[in-house]
């Protein structure tokens, strides 16, 4: 069976972008997204670890994670899974900032919504097929709204956001921002937070859910994106975001986003 991946990014919608995907053996590194994440599984079933859950969404099943959750993702049975994915930025749903916190999943990571299923069927139909403009704008709008019931204000019960983030954790999070893009040693980055090497990887790794370098590779895989977005050939995206050549910035990509590099960078469709 083959494996097939394309990626949208609707000119004229910012803030949504969708993955239509179809993989046998791919396998996602431990990463997490600044968006919202919302997939419908279309045939098979896919296997991940959230925080420290293991979850796993069969056909018809839908599942959401909120911004910053750090997730696998590996095939649940022999054939792999198909699905689409659409991520939308916290400011896409927007009407919760009014109650001055962030919405989080009110309910499960895993579940069933007839309603919410079709809704995310016609946008993903309409980004598919139709050109930029109302008919897509609406189809998004559609599923957004709902998609509302399962959301709350405040983070989700299994959101990391809901722990006390460690002063020394912290500071660790503020240099690897700084310096996301230049190599940064354990021994630098513990002597910042003010922990042995071997405290600030454990201590580190249990709050954010990823170990620091993980974590950099996250901020270089989001600064690429943004980069490749708008035209910047993947060579120099990779010389400015810290790889090693344009090799290392596939591998690391395609296992983060789904799709390689370039074909990101085609994805707009306007």
């Known amino acids: 069976m083959t494996e097939t991946a394309s990626y949208i990014r609707p000119a004229g ?14 396998r996602y590194r431990p990463h ?11 045939r098979g079933a896919a296997a991940f670890d959230l925080d420290d859950t293991r979850q796993r969404a069969g056909s018809g099943e839908l599942f959401v994670l909120e911004p910053e959750s750090v997730h696998t993702g590996v095939p649940a049975v022999p ?3 198909a699905y689409q994915v659409l991520y939308l930025d916290p400011a896409v749903i927007g009407d919760w900032a009014e109650e001055g916190k962030a919405p989080g999943a009110a309910r499960w990571v895993v579940f069933r919504d007839e309603r919410l299923r079709r809704s995310l069927a016609a ?7 139709e050109p930029p403009g109302l008919a ?10 709902a998609l509302r019931p399962h959301l709350a204000p405040g983070p989700g019960p299994w959101s990391r956001r809901t722990r006390a983030e460690h002063a020394a954790v912290r500071r660790a999070r503020r240099h690897l921002e700084e310096r996301w893009a230049e190599p940064v040693p ?30 950099q590779l996250d901020l270089r895989v ?31 990509f ?17």
């Open 13 to 26: 919608l910012p803030g949504v972008e969708a993955l239509h995907a179809s993989f046998v053996t791919h």
């Open 222 to 252: 989001a600064r690429a994106r943004e980069m490749l977005a708008v035209g910047e050939p993947p060579a120099a995206v990779a010389a400015a975001c810290g790889f090693c050549d344009q090799a290392h910035l596939t591998r690391v």
């Open 254 to 270: 395609r296992r983060a986003v789904g799709v390689p590099p370039a074909r990101y960078a085609r994805s707009s469709k306007t």
């Open 123 to 129: 946008a993903h139909a309409a980004l598919a097929s």
């Open 136 to 145: 897509v704008d609406e189809a998004v709008l559609a599923a957004v709204d």
């Open 79 to 81: 054939g792999g899974w």
């Open 32 to 42: 997490s997204h600044p968006t919202w994440t919302v997939a419908t599984v279309q």
């Open 186 to 215: 354990l021994a630098e980055l513990a002597a910042v937070a003010g922990l042995s090497r071997f405290e600030l990887a454990r201590t580190f790794r249990a709050q954010v859910g990823l170990p620091p370098h993980a974590f």
